[in-house]
């Protein structure tokens, strides 16, 4: 699982606080969640190393291993009722 990236709320910016890490970690921040935020969930889950290195066109991410991986995104909102999934295909 990468650690250099996470997901995030998501307002009236795309990328705002707090950040939701994609994996656990008695150093990291526990975020309160509360009605009304909606928030971008962002796994990047890799067959070898969680270590990661940015190619030359500044976009491209991969691996210093070299193997597959894979990266997905799901935006839910917290409602009074739990968490909803907004991305959800039909």
């Given at each position: 699982?990468?650690?250099?990236?996470?997901?995030h709320?998501?307002g009236?910016a795309?990328?705002?606080?707090?950040e939701i890490?994609?994996?656990?970690?008695?150093?990291?921040?526990?975020p309160?969640?509360?009605?009304?935020?909606?928030?971008?969930?962002?796994?990047?889950i890799?067959?070898?190393?969680?270590?990661?290195?940015?190619?030359?066109?500044?976009?491209t991410?991969?691996t210093m291993d070299?193997l597959p991986?894979?990266?997905?995104?799901?935006?839910?909102?917290c409602?009074?009722?739990?968490l909803?999934v907004l991305?959800?295909?039909d």
């Amino acid at each position: 699982m990468v650690r250099d990236y996470c997901g995030h709320g998501v307002g009236l910016a795309v990328h705002e606080e707090p950040e939701i890490p994609n994996y656990t970690s008695s150093y990291l921040p526990n975020p309160r969640l509360r009605e009304g935020m909606v928030l971008a969930i962002e796994p990047m889950i890799n067959l070898g190393t969680h270590k990661v290195k940015v190619l030359a066109n500044d976009w491209t991410v991969v691996t210093m291993d070299g193997l597959p991986s894979a990266h997905f995104e799901d935006t839910v909102a917290c409602t009074k009722n739990g968490l909803e999934v907004l991305t959800v295909l039909d």
